[in-house]
């Protein structure tokens, strides 16, 4: 019996093994190939195993539990739709990795290559089992963001970087819709399970909101796998390797949108709506792939825009509506997944040992590769839809099946004719393929001399080759039990009867394929002179490019529009964009206040303690203070915030809040000293603001002061009124008193930070991260106003002199406000460390917790900063703040992954005490790991931040004083 654990296995497998090939040697090109090889054969064994639990329409489920309070769970799917697509992806994937050894040069870096591939491989086979609407959207995202990097993967080709970010900018547009759709659609059944969704498709045809969530999910349907009017990435796609082409256009990336289609076709097909936009676009991106497809004069152009009308075919179907359309639909996903991988395969030898894929320098290479040759015309066969090869098949049942009645109207009634002239193009191109590149003269001056590749590299072509051949022959007795286990798992008790013999008789459907085949073999010999000194393209629409019109677009988009949006409602001015945002918030809250008058408690000072009034009193000064010293004295000015701030900690100690008042107080020192840092890099105050004397300033300081007035009284006032409001008793009991009994912890607010509420702390951290790590990148890049190298030498001097006196007045600041020599701030460290060991070991219990010891440590290294600078600190203690990030993060994950291993939701903690000599006993939770990766986070965040300050402040000295010597030279 086949465990649903091994479904979570088969998505996990190939990201261990993308990690795992990442850390190996970047040439290491065996080591990696076998690595890969294996991963992608364990997927295949796994799915194998399988099957026999998914026939007769059965389901193989695993469900995770992450947070299933507010309803969240990682719920996996395998039914045999989505068993035939883990076949394609692990069993195609196995065979471009073999291919991929030989085709690789052992220049490029492999680890990279197989890394990406093998991830991309674990986020499609994630999309497919999918058992839940979010869960699905998110690897749909995944897929589009691997694709991207193995687009790019020759990023120093700028045709690469062009393609890879045309198709993310397309797909993650779609997917970003689709995140919607799935959302409404979501809402419209009252659940985001998949089982759920799929058995309410009466609900949601018949639902207002059907036909919005109908264009959002098109959206990403349509986008992903390149119908029209999106079809254009596709063929600037083909800067990626020709592994990667293979893998992308035969079973994975393009492969995901017609899934999509396909999964949902219970729950969406069958209106007016679904057969005019899907057959449209599915019609329409038929007739363009067929036809741009017979002009390209590059192998991997040919077979791109025939990737594109064989999926428009596909499309077609689905928009039927009809069962045994649907039916077609997915065996003829299976076909052209054998014969177009096997194509690519073959493009990609011809490339490698002939050096070069156009079609106007090849000809007769039957001569000196005729064993590739002959897998090719076979292939080239099966997409032409010759007799006896399983193209054959699934194209005569979409002859038949556009031949029915679907839905009366013009487009239903042009469907045949569209089929047939599409047919008819196919075999041009197929034929053009062959006769083109392996018939004729021998080739002069190729770059290389063209032979038969290693035998290994083409034993993949030949496999499917074979199953090409093997399905045509024999359709029933080779995939009919693979393919009615996916048809009854798309439609259920819908499923129709079909046959999968190859002779039905003199029909309708093959007097169409005869036409076809005889139409497009007379197109070719009219057109083959013509197509073998052409342009590239096809006529009268050379100059309708796609990339072209993508880049206008976004030009338009990202830069025009842009800035004429920014010029009428924003600057680039910090402060007015702060004001703009302070205004809006202030008048949000006052509107909001204002319809709430009724509700709100009545003002009153009852039972104010005079002390805390006094102490509020006094932070206020400050505040007010601050920002009117912050004209004349920044330096007075920040000592005044920074009383407003203690202010606050002796409030939070008066309201019993020791947790807030000890990291209040922390977070103040490390705040001071970080703008203490970065004062010298604001821009010199304006003497006539000084003076007053500029009443224009003036003005608009008095406005900038009366809006931070109101906003500071609207918060109070907001924050009284809350204080003020009874809450329920039950959640502060709930707390109180399932704290120690399911937390392990007396100290109730750090319990809720990593125990009751640590999914919320996680994003938290997560954010403080990102943060760090954005703020590292801008002070990277930031350059002062007025750069001392762009100035004349006396003007150069003037501002060395300038700050000097600023570093001298932080160094006096220093000395003669805190009184602490260097040598003692440098014995502080290991002082400051015991205590940030102390605030962690006790937060379980007591105030502190990770949080307060990591802004602790990180006071440590501020001290040390400051006493010994730069060079000091990084030649003696090797600070390395984004390992402690990444550290602190994956234990995080890791803490909570770890719950998963016995049977519990994500975070489920587990307690108890140990007995430490000479401390005690100290609490022992499994959150104290989490903690643990919260402090080692926070440490990471504020040192990084201050290296990235210290490096600047070193950067400009050492410029300045070169560019001093420089000019006295």
């Known amino acids: 019996m086949w465990?649903?654990?091994?479904?979570?296995?088969?998505?996990?497998?190939?990201?261990?093994?993308?990690?795992?090939?990442?850390?190996?040697?970047?040439?290491?090109?065996?080591?990696?190939?076998?690595?890969?090889?294996?991963?992608?054969?364990?997927g295949l064994a796994l799915t194998i195993m399988a099957f026999p639990a998914v026939t007769g329409g059965g389901v193989v489920k695993h469900t995770i539990e992450w947070a299933p309070a507010i309803g969240l769970s990682i719920t996996l799917r395998l039914d045999g739709f989505a068993w035939l697509f883990c076949l394609l992806i692990t069993g195609i994937g196995l065979l471009v990795v073999i291919y991929a050894r030989y085709y690789m040069s052992p220049k490029d870096p492999v680890a990279r290559f197989y890394a990406l591939l093998l991830a991309f491989m674990g986020a499609m086979q994630g999309l497919v089992v999918a058992g839940n609407l979010i869960l699905l959207a998110i690897f749909w995202e995944m897929t589009s963001i691997f694709s991207f990097l193995l687009i790019g993967y020759w990023h120093h080709n700028q045709s690469a970087r062009d393609g890879a970010r045309m198709a993310l900018t397309i797909t993650g547009t779609g997917g970003l819709c689709l995140l919607v759709g799935m959302v409404l659609l979501g809402q419209i059944v009252g659940s985001y399970d998949l089982d759920d969704v799929l058995a309410a498709g009466d609900a949601v045809r018949t639902h207002d909101l059907y036909l919005p969530t109908l264009l959002l999910i098109l959206a990403g349907a349509l986008t992903k796998s390149a119908q029209f009017p999106f079809h254009f990435w596709l063929p600037n796609a083909m800067a990626a390797p020709t592994p990667v082409s293979a893998y992308l256009h035969s079973a994975t990336m393009v492969k995901a949108g017609v899934f999509l289609l396909t999964r949902f076709w219970p729950v969406l097909a069958g209106t007016p709506e679904w057969f005019t936009l899907v057959g449209l676009a599915g019609m329409t991106t038929l007739l363009l792939g067929s036809y741009f497809a017979i002009f390209q004069q590059d192998l991997k152009g040919l077979l791109a825009y025939s990737t594109i009308g064989h999926l428009g075919l596909i499309t077609t179907l689905l928009s039927f509506g009809s069962p045994l359309a649907a039916a077609a639909a997915?065996?003829?996903?299976?076909?052209?997944?054998?014969?177009?991988?096997?194509?690519?395969?073959?493009?990609?030898?011809?490339?490698?040992?002939?050096?070069?894929?156009?079609?106007r320098r090849l000809s007769g290479l039957f001569s000196a590769m005729p064993f590739t040759a002959t897998l090719a015309m076979v292939a080239s066969g099966a997409m032409a839809?010759?007799?006896?090869?399983?193209?054959?098949?699934?194209?005569?049942?979409?002859?038949?099946e556009s031949l029915e009645v679907h839905q009366r109207s013009l487009l239903d009634g042009v469907a045949p004719y569209v089929a047939t002239i599409a047919g008819a193009f196919t075999v041009v191109y197929s034929v053009r393929f062959i006769h083109t590149v392996f018939f004729g003269p021998k080739p002069v001056d190729l770059p290389r001399e063209p032979h038969e590749p290693p035998h290994w590299m083409r034993r993949p072509i030949e496999l499917l080759v074979i199953i090409c051949v093997i399905v045509g022959v024999a359709p029933g007795w080779s995939v009919g039990r693979f393919l009615d286990a996916g048809v009854i798992a798309v439609l259920g008790e819908q499923a129709p009867s079909y046959s999968l013999s190859v002779w039905h008789g003199f029909n309708l459907p093959l007097l169409m394929s005869i036409v076809a085949l005889a139409v497009g073999l007379g197109m070719y010999a009219a057109l083959s002179r013509y197509l073998q000194n052409c342009e590239e393209g096809p006529p009268y629409f050379r100059r309708l490019k796609g990339q072209r019109i993508f880049e206008r677009l976004l030009v338009t988009v990202s830069w025009q529009w842009a800035r004429a949006a920014e010029a009428l409602l924003s600057t680039r001015r910090l402060q007015p964009q702060m004001r703009i945002l302070a205004a809006i918030t202030l008048f949000a809250g006052a509107w909001a206040m204002w319809g709430a008058g009724d509700v709100l408690p009545r003002f009153s000072v009852h039972g104010l303690d005079p002390v805390l009034g006094i102490l509020w009193g006094i932070g206020a000064f400050c505040a007010l203070g601050a920002a009117y010293k912050a004209k004349f004295h920044r330096l007075a000015a920040l000592i005044l915030m920074s009383g407003a701030g203690l202010a606050s900690c002796i409030s939070f100690v008066w309201l019993s809040a020791p947790d807030l008042a000890v990291t209040q107080l922390l977070v103040e020192i490390v705040t001071t000293v970080l703008i203490l840092l970065g004062l010298r890099w604001l821009p010199k105050r304006d003497e006539e603001i000084l003076s007053g004397s500029n009443l224009a300033a003036r003005l608009r300081r008095n406005r900038d002061f009366a809006l931070a007035v109101a906003a500071g009284l609207g918060v109070a006032v907001l924050a009284y009124f809350t204080m003020l409001t009874p809450l329920p008793p039950s959640v502060g009991d709930f707390y109180l008193e399932r704290s120690y009994s399911e937390g392990g912890g007396t100290n109730v607010v750090n319990v809720i930070l990593v125990d009751f509420r640590g999914f919320d702390t996680m994003g938290e951290i997560l954010v403080l991260a990102i943060v760090a790590l954005t703020v590292f990148a801008l002070l990277r890049r930031f350059?002062?106003?007025e750069d001392s190298a762009d100035l004349p030498y006396q003007q150069r001097e003037q501002d060395e002199f300038d700050d000097v006196q600023r570093d001298r007045e932080v160094g006096d600041t220093l000395k003669d406000y805190l009184m602490v020599p260097s040598i003692f701030m440098r014995w502080m460290f290991p002082v400051i460390v015991l205590i940030a060991a102390y605030l962690f070991l006790r937060g379980h219990d007591q105030p502190g917790g990770g949080f307060a010891a990591g802004v602790a440590m990180a006071i440590g290294f501020l001290l040390q900063y400051l006493a010994g600078g730069t060079r000091w600190v990084e030649e003696r203690l090797r600070i390395l703040p984004v390992r402690w990030i990444g550290f602190g993060l994956m234990l995080a994950v890791a803490t909570g992954v770890g719950s998963f291993l016995f049977g519990y939701p994500f975070l489920t903690s587990y307690f108890q005490y140990t007995?430490?000599?000479?401390?005690?006993?100290?609490?022992?939770?499994?959150?104290?790991?989490?903690?643990?990766?919260?402090?080692?986070?926070?440490?990471?965040?504020?040192?990084?931040?201050?290296?990235?300050?210290?490096?600047?402040?070193?950067?400009?000295?050492?410029?300045?004083r070169a560019s001093d010597e420089g000019g006295r030279t």
């Open 385 to 400: 839809g010759v007799p006896l090869l399983n193209g054959f098949l699934s194209k005569e049942m979409f002859f038949a």
């Open 330 to 359: 997915i065996f003829h996903m299976l076909n052209h997944a054998t014969f177009k991988a096997s194509l690519f395969m073959a493009a990609g030898i011809i490339d490698h040992e002939a050096g070069t894929r156009d079609m």
């Open 915 to 960: 007995e430490i000599p000479f401390i005690g006993p100290v609490p022992t939770a499994s959150a104290l790991l989490f903690d643990l990766g919260v402090f080692s986070l926070v440490v990471g965040a504020v040192v990084l931040m201050l290296i990235a300050i210290a490096h600047q402040s070193l950067r400009i000295r050492t410029r300045a």
């Open 3 to 42: 465990h649903s654990g091994l479904l979570a296995m088969m998505v996990v497998l190939p990201f261990v093994g993308g990690l795992l090939a990442a850390l190996l040697s970047p040439n290491a090109r065996n080591a990696e190939a076998w690595l890969a090889g294996s991963v992608a054969l364990g």
């Open 783 to 785: 350059r002062p106003a």
